[in-house]
């Protein structure tokens, strides 16, 4: 099975504070990268623009990525609706030292 790679573009809502939202993020990522199946979890802030911000996972697959969103604390920060999502886009790595189709 091949990983499952993420990029994913989300903004702070407006009236949301920028550093708390930071600082969910900061902490999702902490405790996403001890989930089982999860390879990589950053998250990364704009410098030009911080209201946005772009998380890059690694996953094992589709379950993994699916049973993150059942987490405690994945459901936490949602809940919190800090953020909405711009975009998500799955993707293959197809470099040499990833795997891909060489």
Same mark, same amino acid.
């Given at each position: ?13 407006? *009236?949301?504070?920028? +550093? +708390?939202?930071?600082?969910? =993020?900061? $902490? =999702? ?7 089982? *199946? ?8 704009? @410098? ?6 772009? =998380? ?5 697959? +589709? ?16 809940? @919190?609706?800090?953020?909405?999502? @711009?975009?998500?886009?799955? =993707? ?5 030292? $990833? *795997? *891909?189709?060489?």
């Amino acid at each position: 099975m091949s990983r499952l790679w993420i990029s994913a573009g989300i903004s702070v809502q407006d *009236g949301a504070d920028v +550093e +708390e939202a930071r600082k969910a =993020l900061a $902490g =999702l990522a902490k405790e996403t990268v001890k989930e089982p *199946g999860c390879f990589k979890f950053d998250v990364l802030q704009s @410098r030009e623009n911080p209201k946005h911000f772009m =998380l890059w996972e690694c996953w094992q697959g +589709e379950a993994a990525l699916k049973a993150h969103f059942e987490m405690p604390h994945t459901k936490a920060v949602l809940d @919190r609706n800090l953020t909405s999502v @711009r975009y998500v886009e799955r =993707l293959t790595d197809v470099s040499l030292k $990833g *795997g *891909g189709l060489v």
